[in-house]
């Protein structure tokens, strides 16, 4: 296991309060001198935030909606894609998994998860460190810094917006559980979009330039699909103690030492 043991001399930093400057031209320029190295992708939930119980409560709320009775039916969500999420239920139900049937209780679960956003914000919380550290590596030209989340988009920005977050994530080069309900195709979403975006012929993107960070081992999982190194954090089910025995590169407790794990994820460029 790696820990924030590489000493350096800290990125190139500009004002945070231009980083959005730098998603337009001026990122793309540093793209094409080669000087774009790197691609976080943060999965959200037990990583950045803890959503209060609004994430899995908009999935119940739409198949009672649909099928009214779940029959004490609970499925482990964490590290499962949104489209996963409601196959699970609906073959656990014994419903046909149709498209159309995921579709319409994705599109209801999104609008309950909109209707709850005052509750999201009152209950939910991000985790320590994750607003510092964000800030942090938006302002460093050399990194795109985006997400790799099971959440749909729709329910993605909503949950970054409601706390704060997006201002540091470029969403547009994001992967979704909306590109796909198997977790372990998206880093090739994300990187197929980081290269659209910010590719230079010279030094494109590759999958040793990506690191994934999340909470489960489907998260290492998905990492290692990619060809992606990983980091993982114990701020969600799963304990520090236990994510350690899988053989990520890095296993943190908590992000609180923005200082650490941003070296961890920069300290070779
Ligand atoms: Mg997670």
């Not at 964000?134 to 959440?151: F, K, M, Q």
């Not at 990187?191 to 590759?206: C, D, I």
Request: net charge negative; charged share 25%; glycine share 14%.
């Amino acid at each position: 296991m790696r820990t924030g043991v590489i000493d350096n001399e800290g990125p190139p930093r500009v004002g945070s309060n231009q980083f959005a400057c730098l998603q337009g031209d001026a990122r793309r320029s540093l793209a094409l001198a080669g000087m774009i190295r790197r691609l976080l992708l943060w999965d959200i939930d037990g990583t950045l935030v803890h959503a209060g119980g609004m994430g899995g409560q908009v999935f119940d709320d739409a198949l009672i909606a649909a099928y009214g009775d779940l029959r004490e039916i609970r499925i482990v969500m964490s590290g499962k894609t949104d489209p996963q999420i409601v196959r699970e239920y609906l073959e656990a139900l014994g419903v046909p998994a149709e498209a159309a049937t995921v579709a319409a209780l994705l599109e209801a679960a999104e609008r309950g998860l909109a209707a709850g956003v005052d509750r999201m914000k009152v209950r939910g919380h991000t985790y320590p460190g994750v607003p510092e550290l964000l800030e942090r590596l938006a302002g460093d030209e050399r990194i795109i810094n985006s997400v790799l989340t099971g959440n749909t988009v729709a329910n993605a920005k909503l949950k970054l917006a409601t706390f704060g977050l997006d201002r540091w994530l470029d969403l547009d080069v994001g992967a979704y559980g909306s590109d796909d309900a198997d977790r372990t195709r998206l880093v090739e979403v994300a990187l197929g979009r980081g290269r659209e975006r910010y590719g230079s012929a010279g030094s494109p993107l590759t999958p040793g330039d990506a690191w994934v960070i999340g909470d489960t081992p489907l998260d290492l999982a998905c990492a290692r699909a990619g060809g992606a190194r990983c980091l993982l954090v114990g701020t969600g089910r799963y304990p520090a103690s236990e994510l350690g025995a899988l053989g990520a590169e890095a296993v943190v407790e908590n992000l609180a030492d923005a200082d650490a794990v941003a070296k961890l994820l920069t300290g070779d460029l």
